[in-house]
């Protein structure tokens, strides 16, 4: 039995933004227990030239969105990073979530030697949809939502690996 582009993406990337907000919903419950606003948790970073907590929840969003665009050889919707709040930050992710499952297997299969070309600050990248699923998207995806539940468990959340990993 084959493993298709579509298995190896879509179930995937809503997987993990799924648990992205449940650790979330975690951090926000912990935060305001201790009088945190959302604004400071949505500020919290690990270390001083690591990104915020909403920065990785918007890279995240962005890695799973536009990566399921481009193996589909659509044009990526963007999203303007202005969420400001937690219930921004669950509607990110939410609608993240619904723009990924509008892609259709058909779209995404047989997306394995697809061309992608992006521009990035240090020049441009070329992959195959294959390798830029498996080198590219998916270790940005959970570098983004591993960092995201680190900065909520430094802040004290009490969470785990099967809050980060779901229940299968």
């Given amino acids: ?46 270390i001083p030239d690591m990104l915020p907590l909403i920065k990785q929840i918007q890279i995240a969003c962005d890695m799973a969105t536009r990566g399921t665009a481009r193996l589909a050889g659509a044009e990526p919707q963007s999203f303007e990073d202005n969420e400001a709040t937690l219930e921004q930050a669950y509607s ?5 979530i619904e723009y990924i499952k509008s892609f259709k297997p058909e779209q995404i299969d047989g997306s394995e030697t697809r061309a992608i070309h992006l521009k990035m ?48």
Avoid: W
């Avoid at 990110?92 to 993240?96: A, F, G, H, P």
């Fill in 1 to 46: 039995m084959t493993l298709s582009m579509y298995q190896a993406s879509v179930p995937v990337f809503v997987r993990a933004l799924g648990n992205l907000a449940h650790v979330l919903k975690k951090g926000e419950l912990h935060a305001k227990s201790k009088n945190v606003s959302d604004e400071v948790l949505l500020q919290t970073r690990l």
């Fill in 92 to 96: 990110r992710i939410e609608r993240s």
């Fill in 121 to 168: 600050r240090n020049g441009e990248m070329h992959f195959e949809g294959q390798a830029y699923l498996l080198h590219f998207t998916i270790p940005n995806l959970f570098f983004h939502c591993t960092t995201a539940y680190d900065i909520l468990r430094q802040a004290g959340t009490d969470i785990g690996k099967t809050d980060f990993i779901g229940n299968a």
